[in-house]
Nanobody, 122 residues
Framework: QVQLVESGGGVVQAGGSLRLSCAAS???????VGWFRQAPGKEREFVGT???????YYADSVEGRFTISREDDKNLVFLQMNSLKPEDTALYYC?????????????????WGQGTQVTVSS
């Protein structure tokens, strides 16, 4: 079993930055750790994911603005978000996947955190 806890959300003005953290405990996730987001009334949306070999994949909507990184010795995964826009406002989740090749759908992930709220004001 894997437990995931997100932190770092908050309120920021458009153009600003935030860094989200995902702390993992329990069984080691050996495949991918991803980030998703869900705005009110919308489906959960893929943001990006990082493999155990440090390969990174992003949604087109965040490419060039968001960066995923990991510190394996601390069981941490980060989502650095720059140039934030009001449309980035959502509840952000980290998730762990045991699947491949590159999991981009919520169904591809086995473990989920509770989420952290990001609000970008215009």
């Amino acid at each position: 079993q894997v437990q995931l806890v997100e932190s770092g959300g908050g309120v920021v003005q458009a153009g600003g930055s935030l860094r989200l953290s995902c702390a993992a405990s329990g069984r080691r996730i050996t495949t991918f750790v991803g980030w998703f987001r869900q705005a009110p009334g919308k489906e959960r949306e893929f943001v990006g994911t990082i493999s155990w070999t440090n390969n990174k994949y992003y949604a087109d909507s965040v490419e060039g603005r968001f960066t995923i990184s990991r510190e394996d010795d601390k069981n941490l995964v980060f989502l650095q978000m720059n140039s934030l826009k009001p449309e980035d406002t959502a509840l952000y989740y980290c998730a762990g996947s045991l699947m491949g090749p590159v999991p981009r759908t919520p169904e591809s992930y086995n473990y989920w955190g509770q989420g952290t709220q990001v609000t970008v004001s215009s």
